[in-house]
């Protein structure tokens, strides 16, 4: 593979008439590179590379090359000198996998459960993470047992778990037909998935309201860790307001999703979303999240959690219609820290615009003011 470090491309494929690109870094620039065949190594087409420019976001030197004029259906790679690419599809069907790829991978994130060899091939592997988990300053356990492992660690975090719920719940909401067209052909459909992150979500919430950041162990494991294999004592760590943000927006738009399935269980999710909205509404004074001392797992620190916390209200504004939550909107909608742009796990302004332009009701002086957000 040492010859690919050198080049980068869209692994999955292209549709004929998308824009095609690939990257050469430093040390494979040529003046120009080649499309070949697969299979018979004919040289189908070739293009220029443009002058290498310093890329600030890689720290590389790099020349992107432009292939979209080619848009022949087949198998193809890509030669670059002595560089080669691995060889990539261009068809109409390249992306068909995606979604129910997505989905499954899911599914083998799951912590709490075995994983059976049938269902998860070389990622199976017996329960993990199953043990009871201390509460960070405190002698006293409880159960945090559940939900998806976090991208590269075993770590299971409230606030990059709300985004996933919303962004999966939201394409549910908005392309119900092709969503369900695409679940994966192993493993459950989509909303039987976020259902088991949901209820580990569920479990991180304390009486009071308020949701615990995060449940890892002190620090991440070595690289060749399997999850079974990672048997330090798990913490939860304390409870912060962007979690308590997130949760109340990701549960209470869970609770529309899931009350057509499961009335009880939506009440549940509704019920749990507003009492984080109390919690929240007693603690408006609090500092944003930071790893406590001898806490060395991703932080997921944020700063300012207003915008979590104007995508709770306005979320919540939608789902329940109730003025107390059209009052907080409007309230807070005066912070500019609400207003921060973005659909990612740190700046979430974007996803409570969204939410109250589909409100019911909407002041036409907001209204105009998300649309402009
Ligand atoms: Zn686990």
């Not at 494979?28 to 499309?35: K, V, Y």
């Not at 975090?157 to 919303?166: D, L, N, W």
Request: charge should be negative; proline fraction near 4%.
């Amino acid at each position: 593979m040492e010859q690919n470090r050198k080049m980068a491309w869209n692994q999955l494929g292209f549709l004929p008439g998308a824009r095609k690109e690939v990257t050469v870094f430093e040390e494979g620039i040529q003046s120009g590179f080649e499309i070949r065949k697969q299979g018979s190594d004919e040289i189908v087409a070739s293009f220029d590379l443009p002058e290498a420019t310093p890329n600030a976001d890689t720290g590389n030197i790099c020349s992107r090359g432009d292939f979209s004029a080619f848009q022949e259906r087949g198998s193809f790679y890509l030669q670059a000198g002595e560089q080669k690419s691995e060889p990539f599809t261009i068809g109409e069907n390249v992306y068909d996998e995606v979604l129910s790829e997505l989905i499954y991978m899911l599914h083998l994130q799951r912590c709490g459960c075995e994983l059976t060899k049938e269902e998860a091939g070389d990622f199976a592997h017996p329960s993990c993470h199953d043990t009871p988990a201390r509460i960070y300053g405190t002698d006293e356990t409880m159960d945090a047992t559940g939900g998806w492992h976090d991208a590269g660690d075993y770590g299971r975090y409230i606030v990059p778990a709300a985004k996933t719920v919303v962004d999966l719940l939201m394409a549910y909401e908005h392309y119900q037909e092709v969503m369900e067209k695409n679940n994966p052909k192993k493993g459950p459909a989509l909303l039987d998935e976020v259902r088991y992150e949901i209820d580990w979500m569920l479990k991180m919430q304390r009486a009071d309201g308020g949701v615990y950041h995060k449940v890892t162990c002190a620090s991440f494991p070595d690289m060749d860790i399997m999850p079974e294999e990672e048997r330090e004592e798990l913490i939860v760590c304390p409870v912060s307001n962007a979690s308590t943000a997130c949760f109340a927006a990701s549960l209470s738009l869970a609770s529309v999703i899931y009350r057509e399935k499961d009335a009880e269980y939506a009440d549940r999710l509704l019920k749990a979303a507003e009492s984080a909205y109390t919690y929240l509404s007693e603690h408006m004074d609090a500092p944003g999240f930071h790893n406590p001392e001898g806490i060395v797992t991703g932080e997921y620190g944020d700063e300012n959690w207003i915008d979590d916390y104007f995508w709770a209200v306005t979320q919540l504004y939608q789902v329940t219609g109730k003025e107390m939550y059209h009052d907080a909107v409007k309230k807070i909608i005066g912070d500019e820290r609400a207003l921060s742009r973005g659909l990612g796990w740190e700046w979430c302004g974007s996803y409570g615009a969204l939410a109250y332009l589909e409100a019911k009701e909407t002041d036409a002086a907001l209204r105009e003011k998300m649309l402009q957000f």
